[in-house]
């Protein structure tokens, strides 16, 4: 197996300092015709949009979508949250094994406004990556962006409360509401929110937290958050001055503007779908510092870009393979739990949904970290977050925990349901994992689809 060449050492806040960059366009591009057409042409797993409230952005942006897997006749939908810079099609395939044991559930994976950002159009051209690469797509400048300063906790929970009430259709059918990572934290402040008067879990008949949470659940990975008043005072004037958008990303190595690293990661798997045996079409093209020292396939980069055997850190890897020893050009060879070709079909995505967020906002960033006290402090009321009623909190928790994070992810969810009236909890724990397995992993490696089915089938 080749040894390690990439950067290590990133973690999900460590590399918070970007350059802003990006190409002013005043409105939105056409959204390809394939995305909503699915809806229309019946589609198995159509990508739905729902119109939410006025946010501000470019004209388009004032609606979600979210990504139908199962039965509409489903008695009980599972709604998912993705986590930072996450999007609906982290969750296709984990929502297409659990509804293949659960016939009566549909899964619903949460697309934020913000994905209405995103250029994506260039995946149904014959050459993505000459349209992304040579910069042919439509960049948002921050700069043309200030709406986004505004895009903070609140908006999302406020867009998610139209598709959770869309989702129980009246009050015919359960849902049960989860995320991964950052996206468990919205789960639980949606739960805690006020909503003008009725809190969020009224209404819930479970949550599901795919490695996330609050009161510290991220403390594990020994990158605390960053909520004190001063830091707070801090990250807010920076949004204030134009720093819209997160750019953690932006250390990848892979350019800096806030969507780059996520178009490179898509085009990886674009080509490793299609043609995973084809030399890389990628490879030449990229940074010296990252490049593979071999020529390898498609999927071959993949991989390389996504196995945790080659230096990233827990947050964004899985256990997948290794290079192949040898040949001319080194293909991918699957030794773990989760097949390249599993990523592959995820992160091409159709080219929507996808699995990256270009455009995370850096105010729901500073929310995010806020809401961790899962509190109603003076802190969270300055910023209009109404987590006035997690005591309150009155349904079954469904926790699950990989490595990632050393075991914090079930003893903060244990403080939560302490200090709360939740009637019973299930945990679960997988340290083979880590915390992109559970969205990927093959179904008879995958100890989330093997143990969340009873918590489902179990709530009354």
């Given at each position: 197996?080749?040894?390690?060449?990439?950067?290590?050492?990133?973690?999900?806040?460590a590399?918070?300092?970007?350059i802003?960059?990006?190409?002013?366009?005043?409105?939105?591009?056409?959204?390809?015709?394939?995305?909503?057409?699915?809806?229309?042409?019946?589609?198995?797993?159509?990508?739905?949009p729902?119109?939410v409230?006025?946010?501000?952005?470019?004209?388009g942006?004032?609606?979600?979508?979210?990504?139908k897997?199962g039965?509409?006749?489903?008695?009980?939908?599972?709604?998912l949250?993705?986590g930072?810079f996450?999007?609906?099609n982290?969750?296709?395939?984990?929502?297409?094994?659990?509804?293949?044991?659960?016939?009566?559930v549909?899964?619903?994976a949460?697309?934020?406004?913000?994905e209405?950002?995103?250029?994506?159009?260039?995946?149904?051209?014959?050459?993505?990556?000459?349209?992304y690469?040579?910069v042919?797509y439509?960049?948002?400048d921050?700069?043309?962006?200030?709406?986004a300063?505004?895009?903070?906790?609140?908006?999302?929970?406020?867009?998610?409360?139209t598709?959770v009430?869309?989702?129980?259709g009246?009050?015919?059918?359960?849902?049960v509401?989860?995320g991964?990572?950052?996206?468990?934290?919205?789960?639980?402040?949606y739960a805690?929110?006020d909503?003008?008067?009725?809190?969020?879990?009224?209404?819930l008949?479970?949550?599901?937290?795919v490695?996330g949470?609050?009161?510290?659940?991220f403390?594990?990975?020994g990158?605390?958050?960053?909520?004190s008043?001063e830091?707070?005072?801090e990250r807010?004037?920076?949004?204030?001055?134009g720093?819209?958008?997160?750019?953690?990303?932006?250390?990848?190595?892979?350019?800096?503007?806030?969507?780059n690293?996520?178009i490179?990661?898509?085009?990886?798997?674009w080509?490793?779908?299609?043609?995973?045996?084809?030399?890389?079409?990628?490879?030449p093209?990229?940074?010296?510092?990252?490049?593979?020292?071999?020529?390898?396939?498609n999927?071959?980069l993949?991989?390389?870009?996504?196995?945790?055997?080659f230096?990233?850190?827990n947050?964004?890897?899985?256990?997948?393979?290794?290079l192949a020893?040898?040949?001319?050009v080194?293909?991918?060879?699957?030794t773990?739990?989760t097949?390249?070709?599993?990523?592959?079909t995820a992160y091409?995505?159709?080219?929507?949904p996808?699995?990256?967020?270009?455009?995370?906002?850096?105010?729901?960033?500073v929310?995010l970290?806020v809401?961790?006290?899962?509190?109603d402090?003076?802190?969270?009321?300055?910023?209009?977050?109404?987590?006035?009623?997690?005591?309150?909190l009155?349904v079954?928790?469904?926790?699950?925990?990989?490595?990632?994070?050393?075991?914090?992810?079930e003893?903060a969810a244990r403080e939560?349901?302490?200090?709360?009236?939740?009637?019973?909890?299930?945990?679960?724990?997988?340290n083979?994992?880590?915390?992109?397995d559970?969205?990927?992993?093959?179904p008879?490696h995958?100890?989330?689809?093997?143990?969340?089915?009873a918590?489902?089938?179990?709530?009354?």
């Open positions: 197996m080749t040894k390690p060449f990439m950067t290590t050492g990133l973690s999900r806040r590399v918070l300092a970007g802003l960059g990006g190409v002013a366009v005043p409105a939105l591009a056409a959204r390809p015709a394939a995305a909503d057409a699915a809806t229309v042409a019946g589609a198995a797993e159509p990508y739905v729902i119109a409230g006025v946010g501000g952005g470019p004209a942006s004032d609606r979600v979508h979210v990504l897997v039965p509409d006749t489903a008695h009980t939908v599972l709604v949250v993705p930072m996450g999007a609906a982290d969750f296709r395939l984990l929502a297409r094994d659990l509804v293949a044991q659960l016939p009566g549909q899964v619903w949460f697309d934020r406004r913000e209405n950002l995103a250029d994506r159009s260039g995946f149904v051209t014959a050459d993505p990556a000459a349209y690469l040579d042919h439509r960049s948002l921050p700069a043309a962006a200030a709406f300063g505004d895009w903070g906790l609140a908006r999302t929970l406020s867009d998610l409360r598709v009430l869309a989702a129980a009246g009050g015919r059918r359960r849902v509401l989860g991964h990572s950052w996206g468990a934290t919205t789960a639980l402040a805690a929110w909503f003008d008067g009725s809190p969020g879990y009224d209404g008949s479970g949550l599901v937290l490695d949470g609050v009161r510290g659940a403390a594990g990975n990158e605390p958050v960053e909520n008043p830091q707070v005072k807010l004037a920076a949004i204030d001055g720093a819209v958008f997160d750019l953690t990303l932006s250390a990848v190595g892979l350019g800096s503007r806030a969507e690293t996520q490179w990661y898509q085009l990886a798997g080509y490793a779908h299609r043609d995973p045996g084809g030399p890389s079409v990628l490879q093209r990229m940074p010296d510092a990252l490049r593979p020292p071999v020529p390898v396939t999927a071959g993949l991989g390389v870009l996504v196995d945790a055997g230096g990233w850190p947050d964004i890897s899985v256990h997948s393979g290794h020893d040898s040949g001319d080194r293909g991918w060879v699957d773990g739990i097949p390249i070709s599993r990523v592959a091409a995505g159709g080219p929507e996808a699995v990256w967020e270009w455009y995370w906002p850096a105010r729901l960033s929310d970290d809401a961790d006290a899962y509190a402090t003076d802190l969270t009321r300055s910023l209009g977050l109404r987590l006035s009623h997690s005591a309150g009155d079954p928790l469904f926790v699950f925990q990989t490595s990632y994070a050393q075991g914090t992810i003893s939560v349901v302490a200090d709360s009236r939740v009637p019973y909890a299930v945990y679960e724990t997988d083979g994992m880590n915390h992109l559970p969205l990927f992993a093959a008879e995958n100890t989330l689809t093997a143990s969340l089915p918590f489902l089938t179990g709530l009354r």
